[in-house]
């Protein structure tokens, strides 16, 4: 069997993603990786062959994966190339987003081989209104080995070609009442015109302009000579600035936060199917 070369592509502007695509490339035990973060890089175009092994890690906005992640890898191609799609959700719900991401390979030339969602701090989470703290934890980066350990034991048994259905892997478990709960008060907030805040706030009294937000800002959405000025047609709400100013200046008040962090709140757990 070809020694695995192991590409691994990951979006994560809060770094929830990469921590666990690092974790199953660590537990492929491959010596042989590549590892291309598009978190701030506008494109990438590449091209796959088949002895390769592409391993994609997104988180979902909204129930698919994240717009910008998809644009982002719009230009890459395989050629019968196995895949690995891993989407990272905030405890809700990942909805459409793997079935999304894995058709999204597949129209690319490559082929899921095994795919996985796994759970990430919620970007909204606070202090105030925590949503998945900390995650992925120690327990979730073990999961990530495992699952990384799976994967080279596929392919080391030559079994590659064989594919997998990313819609049969297991749904989180949510009761149906809250989930009722969840779309009606979204509902009656799009009917009542609940305003939603369109980008971060910056509190001018704490930020001392040290740019820290510019630096990770994925769609350079900051202004680099004022960082207390946001283009909120560029900001995708990533809270990436938020969690990262090490003032504490920025603050992304979404009605979103307590809700999640109120109905949210039950532990849910990692799946891979392979
Ligand atoms: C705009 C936006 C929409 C989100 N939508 C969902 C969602 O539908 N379901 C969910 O469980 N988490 C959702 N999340 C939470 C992220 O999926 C989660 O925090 C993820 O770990 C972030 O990944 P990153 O750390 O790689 O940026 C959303 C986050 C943002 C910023
Ligand atoms: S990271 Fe925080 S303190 Fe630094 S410029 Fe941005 S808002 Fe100001
Ligand atoms: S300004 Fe918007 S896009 Fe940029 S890091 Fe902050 S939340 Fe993300």
Redesign the pocket.
Known sequence: MKKMELHIL?????????RVAEGIAKGTGGQDMHFTDITRQTSVSLNFNSDQLLLVC???????V?PTAMQRLDAIRGNDTPAVPVV????????Q?LEELSSFLTERGFRTMAAATF???????TEQTP??VG?PDAADILFAEQFGQEIAKKWNEGRIAETIDASAIEQPHQDAGTMMHFKQTVMTWMQSGVPMPVSPLADTSLCNACGTCADLCPTSAISRSNPQETDASLC?????CVKGCPANARTYPTPFAPLLAEI?SLRKENKYLI
Do not use: D, L
């Open positions: 990951t979006f994560s502007p809060t770094g929830t993603s990469r997104v988180p979902v906005y909204g129930g698919h994240a990272v959700y905030g405890n809700r719900h990942y909805e987003a759970i990430g701090e919620h970007s909204y989470s949503i998945a995650r995708i709400k990533c809270c990436a949210f």
